[in-house]
Nanobody, 121 residues
């Protein structure tokens, strides 16, 4: 069973930066996609950024130009560098990963427990 453990959340003032980490218990960063989602109070969970096994990254519009997703295959760790944080970025952030199956990837099969990010004005 793959485990994903996030860290790096916290409280920051608007304009500040935080870097989230997601440590995977198994060698999955080379398999399919990994990503970061976030869920604000009373809102649905939404994708923020995703990265393929070969390093191709994509971002949702609200975070483009401010967030950077990356991965360290040697340590099986996913990162999210968040700059120019805004109050609207306040949410619980979740790391997620596909499950590699025969000839395909099962989307977002594995999830971390979430880490709180709070941005104050």
């Amino acid at each position: 069973q793959v485990q994903l453990v996030e860290s790096g959340g916290g409280s920051v003032q608007a304009g500040g930066s935080l870097k989230l980490s997601c440590a995977a218990s198994q060698y999955i960063v080379n398999s399919c996609e990994m990503g970061w989602f976030r869920q604000a109070p009373g809102r649905e969970r939404k994708l923020v950024a995703r990265i393929s096994s070969v390093g191709g990254a994509s971002y949702e519009d609200p975070v483009k130009g401010r967030f950077t997703i990356s991965q360290d295959k040697a340590s099986n760790t996913l990162y999210l560098q968040m700059n120019s944080l805004q109050t609207e970025d306040t949410a619980v952030y979740f790391c997620a990963a596909d499950r590699p199956a025969y000839n395909r990837c099962v989307k977002w099969e594995y999830w971390g427990q979430g880490t709180q990010v709070t941005v104050s004005s």
